[in-house]
């Protein structure tokens, strides 16, 4: 292993990984995105609904209006940045999305100040709540309870300074509580899921380790007895016979030197190989296998590009996805089988290009390829694809500085 090598995978494996679901099971977070439209919808329906309900006491109708098409706009905007084709989210978005609801509610409560009659049906609080109960699963929990903290307070403070004109006279802290519990119990509620769906996550991972680690000497004696199964078979499909032609007329000529030769060196160019095969490679080949292509076909070593080795970079998630990628493309109806091709370049940040003919159209092919993708960005890589004139590109790299 040279030293650049070395080096990266240090540099990659000591990163720090956020512990979100969407960082540790992104397939399974891009699911659940159907959550996040249908908050929003709830949220906007309620802020309507609410704001007829006021419309006695609004002060200023036209904030009222502000304030709900820019909850309108937050919306669109969480709906889209929550997309799996955009993942994952980073801390500046999840504090735009709740920071622009907070001041949706803002605007609301100056609507309707010093006319509010009751704080209960007020929707700042309800609809920066249902926001909050979504980012747990995007972002560190620590980070959404802060935030959720924040909207509380403010929303807290505005229900207290409210307190004087509400039409049931009571303690300012009773009406700042009943603001503030929505937020922080939602947020809450959100955070106990995501910190629930973590420890499994990670549980799982810890078992899977402990399970591959008991298996790995298995794994090791049956890769040893593929490739002496593998040197077998070539000797006796052609060095067997011709040995025992050898002995039975006991006379070298110049063509058995030549056949020798020739038999030598396919052999060694086997047993090189066999040496050289790696993780890539044998994921690409058993995909192709099922495509009807040989595996120990003398092209077979020529559809991976890794001269540096550089799939020992990723890690068991990102191998899993990359696998997964790969046996996606190789299945798709329309490829050419023998033109697949991946190439692994630049030992620092090591970038992946695979390469293929397939006859589908690109809104196809984003279908198929897009939740891997996302999925890949999850894991703290860069990932992309582009499909012209029939050859599909999928790219996937090691960005040079943390992505936000």
């Not at 070395?6 to 397939?27: G, K, N």
């Not at 891009?30 to 006695?56: E, F, K, M, N």
């Not at 304030?67 to 504090?95: C, E, F, K, N, Q």
């Not at 012209?388 to 790219?395: K, P």
């Amino acid at each position: 292993m040279s030293r650049v090598v070395a080096d990266t995978i240090v540099r990659v494996r000591s990163l720090p990984t956020e512990r979100t679901p969407q960082r540790l099971d992104p397939l399974g977070v891009q699911s659940a995105w159907l959550l996040v439209p249908l908050i929003g919808l709830v949220a906007v329906g309620y802020a309507i609904a609410s704001t007829v309900w006021h419309r006695d006491q609004l002060r200023s109708p036209l904030l009222a209006v502000v304030a709900i098409a820019l909850l309108v706009l937050v919306t669109v905007v969480a709906i889209i940045r929550t997309h799996p084709g955009l993942a994952p989210i980073g801390r500046w978005s999840h504090l735009a999305i709740v920071g622009f609801a907070l001041a949706a509610a803002c605007l609301f409560d100056s609507a309707v100040w010093g006319r509010n009659e009751r704080i209960q049906d007020d929707w700042g609080q309800v609809a920066v709540a249902l926001f909050l109960i979504a980012m747990p699963l995007y972002r560190p929990i620590a980070e959404v309870l802060v935030v959720a903290v924040i909207g509380a307070i403010v929303l807290g403070t505005l229900a207290a300074l409210q307190a004087s004109s509400l039409a049931i006279a009571t303690s300012p802290i009773v009406y700042a509580t009943v603001a503030a519990t929505p937020v922080l119990a939602l947020a809450c509620g959100g955070a106990g899921y995501a910190w629930t769906m973590t420890g499994e996550t990670l549980r799982w991972r810890e078992q899977a380790r402990s399970g591959q680690a008991r298996l790995d000497g298995e794994l090791r004696q049956a890769a040893e007895r593929m490739i002496a199964q593998e040197r077998a078979t070539a000797l006796n499909a052609e060095a067997a016979p011709f040995l025992s032609e050898l002995l039975a007329t006991g006379r070298i000529g110049e063509a058995d030197r030549a056949t020798a030769l020739r038999i030598a060196g396919e052999l060694r160019r086997s047993a090189v190989a066999s040496v050289e095969r790696t993780w890539l490679s044998e994921t690409l080949a058993l995909a192709l296998a099922r495509r009807g292509l040989d595996p120990a076909a003398p092209e077979a070593a020529e559809r991976v590009s890794d001269p540096d080795r550089l799939d020992r970079v990723l890690t068991e998630e990102q191998r899993a996805i990359v696998g997964a990628i790969v046996a996606t493309v190789v299945a798709l109806p329309g490829l050419d089988p023998a033109s697949v091709r991946v190439e692994v370049a630049e030992p620092q940040h090591p970038v992946f290009v695979l390469t293929a003919r397939v006859g589908l159209s690109r809104r196809r092919l984003r279908q198929e390829l897009l939740p891997f993708l996302s999925a890949l960005r999850s894991v703290s890589m860069e990932a992309a694809m582009r499909a012209d004139e029939r050859i599909l590109t999928v790219r996937f790299a090691y960005p040079e500085g943390r992505r936000r």
